[in-house]
Every structure is written in structure tokens, then in C-alpha cells.
């Protein structure tokens, strides 16, 4: 299997500009999950999906941020406007079920930097 | 609610010697625990993870871990470390509805020759 695949792997952008990030979870899993890891806050959950639905988006930051999962094989993570705080490297995870115990599966992340 | 408390943000083994990376959690449930490793410019990957059963689990690359209720801990053991098992170490817990996971702050390994 390819694993959960993410792009870009890395994105320079300029204060103020829309960045779409994208992820495709592993063929057959039904939950869906974004990351965003920084030195100052760690790994911190965005939002969650089971069976494309959006679970818990309780860790969005602000309206800024927005989150779309179209269908079982694809997801999006919106930025609009960007600002230099939003510099940081997101992960998108998959698991094969919504139970506890299930494992997440990582992509390799995308670097996003905002000037 | 849940949490996890990694203690010490960086620890330093020479090679060769045991890795005790620890955890604690907080959970007013029974917790499901995972430990995922980080390397450099990567997502991380599970090494192991409790759910129900055995309290001693073990994962790859000759890691393990022992969940102990009584002291609330899920630390991270390996008896002889290697240089290519310099990364960070996340610990994780679930608990309760859902599977969402909350992780810890993480600890960078560091081996040494």
C-alpha cells in the first residue's frame, strides 16, 4: 500500500494568501485526521472525520481554517487568509476503523512556511 | 478528559545502554495507549499500543512498554540502544468516545557512541 500521501511536501507562501493543503488516506480507512506540530505547541489535533463526517473540529483555530473531505479518498485543509503563525508542519492520519485501539497511520507531513 | 506527561523533553543513552522513555496518563476511563516515533523530516509510525489484555507489549525494533493502573505510567523501554533509534518519542492515549487520540509533548532520544 502507498500510505497516506500528502502534497505538497512543502509550501513557501506570503502573508495573506490562500494555501489548500491535501491528503489521501490509505484505501479503506474510514477516519481521517489533521495534525499540526510546532516547536512551541507540539502536536495538536485539528479536526477528525469518520466516513467523510466531520467528528470533532474542535481544535480548528479560528474560521481561518477550514476542513473538507469530499469523499472516502480525499481531503482537504484550507488556510484563508495565511498568517506567519500558521507556519508549521501538518499531518494528515487514516485508521481502518472509528474504535478506540485503532491505529493512525501518518503522512510524511507538508512544511508550510508563512512570509 | 484525557492527558498524557512525557518527563524530560530530551534524554541522552550512550549505545548500548537500556532506553527508559517515560509516560503518564490521566484518564477517568480504562485508557488505550500508544507510543509513535518521529524521525527527522518524516510522520510519525506506531511502535506499540495497550489496548486490552496483557500489560507487558511489545513492538518493533525491540521496544516495549508495561501499562501499570496502579501508577498510571506506559513507559517506554529498550534494553540496549542503537544509533539509528535517535528520533522522538510520542506517547498517546484514548479514552472514552471516539478515537481521537491526545499525545504528549514528546522526547527526543539522543544516543551516543
Known amino acids: 500500500d502507498a500510505g497516506v500521501i500528502q502534497s505538497p511536501r512543502h509550501e513557501v507562501t506570503e502573508m495573506g494568501q490562500e494555501v489548500t493543503l491535501r491528503c489521501k488516506p490509505i484505501s479503506g480507512h474510514n477516519s481521517l485526521f489533521w495534525y499540526r506540530q510546532t516547536m512551541m505547541r507540539g502536536l495538536e489535533l485539528l479536526i477528525y472525520f469518520n466516513n467523510n463526517v466531520p467528528i470533532d473540529d474542535s481544535g480548528m483555530p479560528e474560521d481561518r481554517f477550514s476542513a473538507k473531505m469530499p469523499n472516502a479518498s480525499f481531503s482537504t485543509l484550507k488556510i484563508q487568509p495565511s498568517e506567519p503563525r500558521d507556519s508549521a508542519v501538518y499531518f494528515c492520519?487514516?485508521?481502518?476503523?472509528?474504535?478506540?485501539?485503532?491505529?493512525?497511520?501518518f503522512g510524511p507531513g507538508t512544511r508550510l512556511l508563512v512570509l | 478528559a484525557q492527558s498524557v506527561t512525557q518527563l524530560g523533553s530530551h534524554v541522552s543513552v550512550s549505545e548500548g545502554a537500556l532506553v527508559l522513555l517515560r509516560c503518564n496518563y490521566s484518564?477517568?476511563?480504562?485508557?488505550?495507549l500508544f507510543w509513535y516515533v518521529q524521525y527527522p523530516n518524516q510522520g510519525l509510525q506506531l511502535l506499540l499500543k495497550y489496548t486490552t489484555g496483557a500489560t507487558l507489549v511489545k513492538g518493533i525494533n525491540g521496544f516495549e512498554a508495561e501499562f501499570k493502573k496502579s501508577e498510571t505510567s506506559f513507559h517506554l523501554t529498550k534494553p540496549s540502544a542503537h544509533m539509528s533509534d535517535a528520533a522522538e518519542y510520542f506517547c498517546?492515549?484514548?479514552?472514552?468516545?471516539?478515537?481521537?487520540?491526545?499525545f504528549g509533548t514528546g522526547t527526543q532520544l539522543k544516543v551516543e557512541l
Open positions: 484518564s477517568s476511563v480504562p485508557p488505550y
Open positions: 492520519a487514516s485508521s481502518l476503523g472509528q474504535g478506540l485501539g485503532e491505529t493512525q497511520y
Open positions: 498517546a492515549v484514548g479514552a472514552g468516545g471516539g478515537n481521537k487520540l491526545t
